[in-house]
């Protein structure tokens, strides 16, 4: 019998958006590996402004101790808001945090890029265009821009939004 040559099939991804789509603003998630398959992930926000208001008006107490406002302030409670629970396979965990590594490093690498007039650090901020950031020199100012692969170059003209 004649062997059949094995054709390996990499499939062409597209993405496209779910009916229910969300997005959400996050400060900070919790989780991890219930079991070996199933690994959780809830993210949060936290309602700070309920916390202030709350601690500054132990501050400005008078009519209780410092000691006593000390131990008071221990217990304010801030409220964490779980907005989304993301459940994943362990394909997706690693995948996930080969990603996470590889953002970090960039966004890393971008804080550290100095201007070469002058050697000051670039100050950046976020552009109108996803992926893409605009810096400044402080010193000279100087501009630059971030594009979507990562090149960091001299900005003459901002690219408009596809
Ligand atoms: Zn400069």
Not at 51 to 65: A, D, G, S, V, Y
Request: with cysteine.
């Amino acid at each position: 019998m004649e062997k059949r040559k094995i054709i390996k099939i990499k499939p062409k991804k597209i993405y496209t958006k779910a009916e229910d789509y969300k997005r959400y603003y996050v400060t900070g998630a919790i989780g991890g590996f219930r079991n070996p398959y199933d690994f959780r992930l809830t993210f949060y926000n936290i309602d700070s402004n309920e916390f202030l208001l709350k601690t500054q008006n132990l501050k400005e107490n008078k009519n209780i101790p410092d000691v006593e406002i000390q131990n008071k302030l221990k217990e304010v409670e801030m409220t964490h808001i779980l907005q989304c629970e993301l459940i994943m396979t362990e394909q997706a965990v690693k995948e996930l945090y080969e990603f996470l590594k590889k953002e970090m490093k960039i966004l890393d690498n971008l804080k550290e890029t100095y201007c070469p007039n002058c050697k000051k650090l670039i100050k950046w901020v976020p552009t109108e265009i996803d992926d893409v950031f605009r810096g400044k020199c402080p010193n000279c100012g100087m501009e630059f821009i971030k594009d979507k692969n990562n090149i960091v170059r001299l900005q003459k003209v901002l690219p408009k939004n596809e």
